[in-house]
Structure formats: structure tokens, C-alpha cells
């Protein structure tokens, strides 16, 4: 993982956190419902010209709500929060790809919300030099409010779990490089007629598999890969070279004939070596990698040759 990546100074501290959603539902005093008026009234179509996206929206993304939530009431309109779920997931996400995949191309609309949700202590924005050149790369997060707010999100699955806060800056790159990686198999996932259903990412994996193993410490070493096998085959992931293989992403899904599955996937950088690689392909999992193009780093498919070729930033 690349090491190297400077944070702008912030005047807002750090968080980092996780959860679960809980199963008590979240509680929506009633709100405002119309579309915002200034939206609506300056949108109107002249005659003979093309209606867009941007200038007219659906108006449910419109609609707002007014959230209570240990004690505070927050304003949101349904796309914020549907910003705010899927931040959550992935902890960290760029916002040139919030743009892509989740408004369209619509950067007015996009950066209007962001500004909303940080001006209501919901979500931190940062911007980090990454690369050789020193690019800028803008990531959000929520903060522990915003996490607040989706950990009860009933459209959200259960065991769906959710983070605040930003990690190692050496480490958000490729990070927010995941949240690229599963658009590219999402799609695919879905062009077959998948449901996509929860995202796993390493950090509960590692979580879930370090706390059991760490009991099997002083078992004696026959016993302790007794139980690495055991454990392993339990969330269902291979050994290699006598490890548990953790991918950097999990997406579950279903089938078009409604069975469970899922996919594991990994994103390499440069500094993989190729024993590394190696190790990856022969657990099976679905690598991706970075490849350099104009405007900075994007996660592509690149096939599972990607173990002998060289990446580059």
C-alpha cells in the first residue's frame, strides 16, 4: 500500500468508528415534503428545448425529511441520504466518483448536498496529494452524527456494517479506490439479473477472523490450524500457504434464482510483489488493479493475468 499521502489541515478532529445497524427502527417525525422551491421554479422548460436531468429532477430526490436523532433534528432530503448509506459502507469514497455513480455527472447538485450534510456535522470532506505529481484527490466520510443517522437505516440489512471517520492518509487512496472496484463488478453483477445484497469489507473480515484465532494462541500449533481451517471454512475463504486468505472486498449477492453468493475481490497497487500476487490469484479471488490515465488513478478490470504484469500509478 502506498505510503506517502498528506492530509490538508482540518479543523475537525478525526473519528473512526463502526457499527452494526440495530434492529429498532428509525423513528421520522413528519417534515417538509415538496421539492425544494428554488429548484422547482427556476427549472421551468422553455419551449423547443431539451429537458435534462439536472435541471429537472425527479422531485422525490427532493423531498426532505426532518430527522431526530439523540436529541438533534436534521434536515435531509432522500438522495442525502442515500449519500450517506452508501459513504457509510465503504468508509471512504472520492468524490469524482460520488459524481459518477451517484449523481450522474450532476457536480452542482453534488457539491450543494455535500456542503449541506458537512454544514449539518454529517459528513467530513478532505482533500489529500497523491501520486508523484502531487495530484489532489477530495474523499468524504461521516462523521459519528452521520453514522447515527444511517445505522438505523431500515434500507440497509441488518448485519450491514457501517463506518465513521477517515483512516491512515497513507492508506485512503486505496481505499477510496474500492468503492471504484465494486461499481466495475456490481455492474456485471447485475447485467446478469444479481441483487446486490451487503458489502464486506477487509477491515470486518480481519476483525471477525483475528478475534477467534486470537483464543487458539496457546492451543499448540496442531490445534491452532486445526481451528485456522475450521474458521476459514466457516466465512468461507481459502488458506494458502497455510493462511487465511482475506480479500478487500466481499459482495454478496443474489442470483437470478434467488441462491446466495458472493465474490471476492482484491485491488493491487504497485507495491505488491509477486510472491504477493501469487498468493492473491491462487486463493481465486477477482483482481483488480490501478492503472494511470490523465486525470489520476482508477480501479479496472484488468483480467486474471493482472499477477504478471507490472502496475504503475
Not at 153 to 180: R, S
Not at 250 to 264: A, F, K, N, Q
Request: avoid cysteine; charge should be positive.
Amino acid at each position: 500500500m502506498s505510503r506517502g499521502y498528506d492530509f490538508e489541515p482540518d479543523s475537525e478532529r478525526e473519528q473512526v468508528a463502526e457499527s452494526h445497524r440495530p434492529v429498532k427502527p428509525l423513528t421520522l417525525p413528519k417534515g417538509r415534503t415538496a421539492p425544494d422551491t428554488d429548484i422547482s421554479t427556476r427549472n421551468r422548460q422553455r419551449p423547443g428545448r431539451r429537458q435534462d436531468s439536472e435541471r429537472f429532477p425527479d422531485s422525490r430526490i427532493y423531498a426532505r425529511r426532518e430527522i431526530r436523532v439523540h436529541g438533534k433534528t436534521y434536515d435531509l432530503s432522500s438522495r442525502e441520504r442515500d449519500t450517506l448509506r452508501e459513504i457509510g459502507r465503504f468508509r471512504t469514497i472520492a468524490t469524482d466518483d460520488l459524481l459518477k455513480h451517484r449523481y450522474s455527472g450532476m457536480a452542482s447538485a453534488m457539491n450543494k448536498e455535500i456542503y449541506r450534510l458537512q454544514q449539518q456535522g454529517l459528513l467530513l470532506r478532505r482533500s489529500i496529494s497523491v501520486g508523484k505529481n502531487r495530484d489532489t484527490l477530495v474523499i468524504v466520510a461521516l462523521t459519528k452524527e452521520g453514522l447515527n443517522i444511517v445505522r438505523r437505516d431500515e434500507q440497509l440489512p441488518e448485519n450491514q456494517a457501517i463506518y465513521a471517520g477517515f483512516v491512515k492518509p497513507a492508506e485512503v487512496p486505496h481505499d477510496a479506490a474500492i468503492y471504484q472496484m465494486y461499481q466495475s463488478e456490481a455492474a456485471q453483477i447485475e447485467a446478469k439479473g444479481g441483487k446486490i445484497r451487503r458489502i464486506v469489507l477487509d477491515y470486518e473480515l480481519k476483525k471477525n477472523i483475528y478475534s477467534k484465532l486470537a483464543k487458539e494462541r496457546e492451543s499448540g500449533a496442531l490445534e491452532y490450524a486445526r481451528r485456522q481451517k475450521e474458521i476459514a471454512a466457516e466465512h468461507h475463504l481459502p488458506m494458502v500457504d497455510g493462511r487465511i486468505a482475506l480479500p478487500d472486498l466481499r459482495i454478496e449477492y443474489e442470483t437470478p434464482e434467488g441462491e446466495l453468493d458472493h465474490v471476492d475481490l482484491e485491488l493491487a497497487t504497485e507495491h505488491y510483489h509477486r510472491g504477493h500476487m501469487d498468493a492473491k490469484a491462487r486463493a481465486g479471488f477477482k483482481m483488480y488493479g490501478f492503472v494511470s490515465t490523465s486525470r489520476g488513478r482508477r480501479a479496472q478490470w484488468e483480467g486474471r493475468e493482472l499477477s504478471t504484469i507490472v502496475l504503475s500509478l
